[in-house]
């Protein structure tokens, strides 16, 4: 059965059934070699020249066996959770608390693990005695603050970062408005990183976000700060990824490349606060999945030579923040409750192990592709997802062109969807997808889709549009960019953009667009200062949308035609 549906833009759509792919299968396996499956995570990190890490609290580091004999025996990196913030150091002017700080110090010493000082300058956790300062005592009082806890550690060799400042940029990439901008403007980011040099001339000094895991607008005014700040000599050395992720939001796939824009800047990075919450009850798919996206993080960091490691937010689900801070969602550690190893530690030490254990069974077939949002040079594809019993989780789709013989990889995907870019116009594509597991095993190939781009060039010719989630939260999240690019040969003289929202979401809020609305698929038509595009230039605008409570979809089907 061949079935041919038109798009919107001309291009032609067609589904052929399974006995074509399945004449592709020829399917060769590496030996796996097993993972030493009693060693400790520190031990295949040391292996790799990297460090694996734990946020240690000092309440159970002093109360419970188990936390202890984790902490020591899996982990070679500690960052405090909470005991060198400044609220616990410094509570009221000129009087120093050393007590919590100094317990994860020894503890690293006694245990030859290194720690990362965390954090000198944030505008949470900061006691409201130095929010109320004038600028030259808000100023001094930072200089001493940074001297003085920087100063206690800078002899002892366990103790190799600090996180010199702490969030400093909002989600769309400003500098945040926190008392210390507000007070000092934007040079007490400078200032904090030279007077951590002083206090403690070796240690790598880092910037440290969530939410830039991802090349994003929060990820990019990140790059262009340290840019920026290395070229003015202030001493930062290192940035520090965060990565508090949550399995409803989606895996940031372009982690590996973001880290690799900043290590060739020259700094060290680093995953800072690694966890992995979802909305709870735990079951076993959600399990899985959290296994791959802690697999996914270690596996970039291993692929980046310049991150140093990465650390765990934590330990045990018993102790994590996520419950506290984020309500109904949890669960986001490598142990359970009962310092039981959970499907993302053997994800971890797999990954650290070499990726391979002992797994030789491949993941289910994946569905059919199904082609959507087909232009000149791009296309949507989503099939319906495999599954892993083979243990070592479903670590994501390889997507192939079919060539005769030579099938070429035109991408990969986390999930089971993928935008391919870069096709060529007027062109017909049979592509297929495999899953793939975290042994490296890959499943019998799904059945092709055939869709032809459509014709490029021409007055007035084509263009794309793909849009970014800059970011989500429960009920809402904003698309920014969507950017929009002249792919043809001739100046275009405005361009319309169309998409469509999931069901039951509602339009917000837009800007650099004027967009209407008809059910659910949205028009974008450009502005006056926009729509003149020349020949392979870009534009971007950006919308936001609530959506119902707990829902996790976004926006699909970007299609764009000029005018
Ligand atoms: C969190 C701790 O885990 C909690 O115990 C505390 O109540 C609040 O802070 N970004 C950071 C960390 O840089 O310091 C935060 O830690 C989590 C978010």
Redesign the pocket.
């Known amino acids: 059965m061949l079935s041919t549906t038109l798009n919107r833009s001309g291009a032609r759509i067609r589904t052929l059934t399974a006995a074509a792919a399945l004449a592709l299968l020829t399917v060769f396996l590496a030996p796996a070699v097993p993972a030493d499956a009693s060693a400790p995570l520190r031990q295949h990190a040391a292996a790799r020249g990297k460090f694996i890490g734990a946020?240690l609290?000092t309440g159970p580091l002093s109360n419970e066996t188990q936390y202890r004999t984790l902490a020591a025996g899996e982990f070679n990196q500690i960052t405090a959770?909470?005991a060198m913030?400044w609220d616990a150091t410094e509570p009221s002017q000129g009087q120093f608390n050393f007590s919590g700080a100094d317990a994860i110090m020894n503890f690293a010493q006694q245990n030859d693990q290194q720690v990362h000082g965390?954090?000198l300058v944030?505008h949470?956790?900061t006691p409201t005695w130095v929010q109320n300062l004038p600028a030259t005592a808000m100023r001094e009082a930072m200089r001493n603050h940074i001297d003085t806890v920087a100063g206690r550690y800078a002899d002892n060799p366990a103790l190799v970062s600090w996180?010199v400042v702490?969030?400093v940029f909002e989600e769309n990439g400003s500098l945040r408005t926190s008392f210390w901008y507000n007070t000092l403007g934007q040079s007490y980011i400078a200032d904090a990183f030279r007077y951590a040099r002083a206090a403690d001339p070796d240690a790598r000094l880092c910037i440290?976000d969530?939410n830039v895991e991802g090349i994003n607008a929060k990820s990019t005014a990140m790059y262009n700060l340290v840019r920026s700040l290395r070229q003015q000599n202030v001493p930062v050395d290192c940035v520090g990824f965060?990565s508090?992720l949550a399995i409803q939001y989606g895996f940031p796939n372009d982690l590996q490349q973001n880290l690799q824009r900043f290590a060739d800047l020259g700094v060290q990075v680093r995953i800072t606060?690694l966890d992995v919450r979802m909305q709870m009850p735990r079951d076993a798919s959600k399990d899985a999945t959290q296994a791959t996206y802690y697999r996914n993080v270690v596996n970039a960091c291993l692929a980046v030579t310049a991150c140093a490691g990465v650390t765990i937010?934590?330990i045990t689900d018993r102790h994590s923040?996520v419950p506290?801070?984020f309500p109904g969602e949890g669960a986001a550690l490598i142990y359970n409750e009962n310092y039981q190893t959970k499907p993302a530690y053997t994800a971890v030490h797999d990954a650290l192990a070499g990726g391979t254990g002992n797994d030789t069974t491949p993941p289910t077939t994946p569905g059919t592709p199904a082609a959507s949002g087909v232009t000149s040079s791009s296309a949507s594809l989503s099939w319906a997802a495999s599954t892993d019993s083979g243990g070592s989780g479903l670590a994501g789709y390889n997507v192939y062109r079919e060539q005769g013989a030579t099938d070429t990889l035109l991408g990969q995907s986390a999930t089971n969807s993928t935008t391919l870019t870069g096709l060529t116009a007027d062109t017909e594509y049979q592509v297929y997808v495999r899953a793939r597991d975290g042994a490296g095993n890959l499943s019998t190939p799904s059945a092709t889709v055939t869709f032809e781009t459509s014709a490029g060039g021409g007055p007035g010719g084509p263009c794309t549009a793909t849009g970014t989630v800059q970011t989500q939260w429960n009920n809402g999240y904003v698309v920014q960019p969507v950017t929009v690019t002249n792919t043809g040969s001739a100046t275009l003289n405005g361009w319309t953009v169309t998409f469509t929202l999931p069901a039951g979401h509602t339009l917000a809020g837009s800007w650099n667009a004027t967009l209407t609305t008809s059910g659910q698929t949205v028009t974008a038509k450009s502005v006056s200062y926009n729509g003149t595009l020349a020949p392979n230039a870009a534009t971007s605008f950006g919308f936001q949308v609530n959506r119902p409570s707990g829902n996790t979809q976004t926006p699909s089907g970007y299609t764009c035609a000029s005018p």
């Open positions: 946020a609290a959770e909470n913030k965390h954090t944030w949470s956790q996180d702490n969030e440290n969530y965060q508090h606060e937010w934590g923040w506290d801070t």
